[in-house]
């Protein structure tokens, strides 16, 4: 792949012409397969590569999808994979880390830099942990050390005292809980570091699916929370990796 200052370079010395140099520098940013515009400059501009969505998508758009990052030096993250689309996959790309957990794919050639600070992963219960898995991976996939705590709800609030000498080293915390959604508002109560909450849809009756979760979380009287949608591990995950890496 050209780099714009190699572009640049052969268009100063009369090597290309200027339409030349444009058409070389539109094909650096996004690459049209058909069925997807894959936005090949997004890691340039933003410092973290497009993830692929892989709800909705047939395993050969992925495969294609996946191809053409790898083919631009950048590593890949899939998210919420079916389960028939692994296979397919995996054979396409035997070095790729299937994680049945979180239901995502990370193919990873190409190495990365890790930050000395860590990102926290808080749940309440077992059943919140793939959630939680997601939103571990997505940050670990971006280069962030993450340290997991599991099974911590408030239920058992000795579970989570425990835990906080060790909790109360990351940069930042990510706490994910269904039920009444409690787990992040003690957590923020209790430690220095912003903390990032996510609702799941673990819960009976009138939890109706993470909306009760969600709702109070958002209505926390503790300070330092912000929130991301129902079962959004990876938007969590994303948030905990860009406060890591501030300055």
Same mark, same amino acid.
């Given at each position: 792949?050209?780099?714009?200052?190699? *572009?640049?370079?052969?268009?100063?010395?009369?090597?290309?012409?200027?339409?030349? $140099?444009?058409?070389?520098?539109?094909?650096?940013?996004?690459?049209?397969?058909?069925?997807?515009?894959?936005?090949?400059?997004?890691?340039?501009?933003?410092?973290?590569?497009?993830? *692929?969505?892989?709800?909705?998508?047939?395993?050969?758009?992925?495969?294609?999808?996946?191809?053409?990052?790898?083919?631009?030096?950048?590593?890949?993250?899939?998210? +919420?994979?079916?389960?028939?689309?692994?296979?397919?996959?995996?054979?396409? /790309?035997?070095? $790729?880390?299937?994680?049945?957990?979180?239901?995502?794919?990370?193919?990873?050639?190409?190495?990365?830099?890790?930050?000395?600070?860590?990102?926290?992963?808080?749940?309440?219960?077992?059943?919140?942990?793939?959630?939680?898995?997601?939103?571990?991976?997505?940050?670990?996939?971006?280069?962030?050390?993450?340290?997991?705590?599991?099974?911590?709800?408030?239920?058992?609030?000795?579970?989570?005292?425990?835990?906080?000498?060790?909790? +109360?080293?990351?940069? &930042?915390? *990510?706490?994910?809980?269904?039920?009444?959604?409690?787990?992040?508002?003690?957590?923020?109560?209790?430690?220095?570091?912003?903390?990032?909450?996510?609702?799941?849809? &673990?819960?009976?009756?009138?939890?109706?699916?993470?909306?009760?979760?969600?709702?109070?979380?958002?209505?926390?009287?503790?300070?330092?929370?912000?929130?991301?949608?129902?079962?959004?591990? /990876?938007?969590?995950?994303?948030?905990?990796?860009?406060?890591?890496?501030?300055?």
């Amino acid at each position: 792949m050209k780099s714009l200052e190699h *572009i640049l370079e052969q268009l100063s010395l009369g090597k290309i012409s200027s339409d030349e $140099a444009a058409q070389h520098i539109r094909a650096m940013q996004s690459k049209t397969l058909g069925h997807t515009q894959v936005d090949i400059d997004r890691l340039s501009r933003t410092g973290c590569p497009e993830v *692929i969505y892989g709800a909705g998508k047939s395993a050969s758009q992925i495969i294609e999808i996946a191809e053409t990052l790898v083919e631009h030096q950048q590593n890949v993250l899939i998210t +919420r994979i079916k389960e028939e689309s692994v296979i397919p996959i995996l054979e396409n /790309f035997p070095q $790729a880390n299937y994680v049945k957990t979180a239901s995502l794919i990370r193919i990873e050639p190409y190495e990365r830099t890790f930050k000395e600070t860590s990102i926290a992963v808080v749940s309440a219960g077992t059943s919140d942990q793939a959630v939680a898995e997601e939103a571990a991976h997505t940050a670990e996939f971006l280069g962030n050390k993450v340290t997991r705590f599991y099974d911590c709800g408030v239920a058992g609030l000795h579970r989570l005292i425990n835990k906080l000498p060790e909790i +109360r080293e990351a940069r &930042v915390i *990510i706490a994910v809980a269904g039920m009444e959604g409690a787990l992040p508002s003690v957590l923020a109560g209790l430690v220095k570091a912003p903390v990032i909450a996510v609702p799941t849809s &673990v819960g009976y009756g009138t939890h109706f699916g993470g909306i009760t979760t969600l709702l109070a979380m958002l209505t926390s009287c503790a300070n330092g929370i912000s929130v991301v949608n129902i079962d959004n591990g /990876f938007g969590a995950g994303f948030n905990a990796h860009l406060i890591n890496n501030l300055s």
